[in-house]
Every structure is written in C-alpha cells, then in structure tokens.
C-alpha cells in the first residue's frame, strides 16, 4: 500500500512538471517564456504594432523637455517595418519588436534599429509602449524618400 502511495506520489509529481514545461522541436521552453514570431514581414498585427510604437515615440519624444525645462525639437522618425518579433504571455500580450525607421525630412533616410517593447490587452482594447531604444546596429541600410 505505501509503494503504490510513493509511485502515485511521484507520477502526479512528474505530470506537474512536465505541464510546466513545453517540449518543442527547438528544444524545451518554461511557459510563459519569449517565442518567435513566424512570418513577421507579412503579420500585420506585428507590423501595425512597430507603426504604433514608432509613432508613441514620436508623440512623447519629439517635442520633449529636457533636464532643464527647454524644449527640444527632434526629427520625427518614419516607420519602415518591423524586421524581428518575440511575444510573451503576461497579463496581456508584451511584444519585443525589432522596428527599422529614418529620420522625417532628409532627402536620403539612413535607417536605424530601435527595439520597442509594446503589452497589449485585447480585452480593454488597450496597446501601451513600454520602452523604444536605439538596437545593436547604427545602420541597417539607406532609402530614398
């Protein structure tokens, strides 16, 4: 009777662990963890949500003040596409976007890489932007405007 106790105890233990973690052809991922998005330059989600967050950047950064009250004028930064996504499962969706965008206004826009992190909470209807900072590379290529 104790035996059968110990091995029921542990396959309910083992069965535990292993719905906390999810095998895949990758290798094994902790649910909740990063994923890869598949297709990002034709997920019109992912790309509408690189939109929204290069434009969040430029509503609260173009026109900002800086650590003494003066205001500073930057040049608005044009989307270009979102080049590589991860989402993650939290209360809502966070997306970690590698967006592409140039400068508004010049002739030759020399495209940056910004990584931007956006939650969205398809139950209130709600994107937020949590971060938008300059990527690795400080040049992806050229385009003419």
């Keep these: 009777m104790a035996m059968r106790l110990v091995l029921l105890f542990f396959f309910l233990l083992q069965a535990l662990l292993l719905s906390a973690f999810r095998v895949s052809a ?19 989600e992912v790309q509408e949500l690189g939109l929204f967050s290069v434009h969040e950047y430029n509503r609260r950064v173009v026109l900002g003040n800086n650590s003494d009250g003066r205001l500073l004028r930057r040049r608005p930064l044009v989307f270009s596409r979102v080049a590589a996504a991860q989402r993650q499962v939290v209360s809502g969706i966070k997306y970690f976007l590698r967006v592409e965008a140039g400068e508004e206004g010049r002739r030759r826009r020399r495209l940056r890489t910004f990584d931007a992190v956006v939650v969205v909470k398809p139950w209130l209807a709600s994107r937020t932007l949590l971060s938008f900072s300059p990527g690795d590379d400080t040049g992806v290529g050229d385009i003419d405007a």
């Design 26 to 44: 990758g290798g094994a991922r902790v649910v909740g963890g990063r994923t890869d998005v598949a297709d990002v330059e034709t997920n019109k």
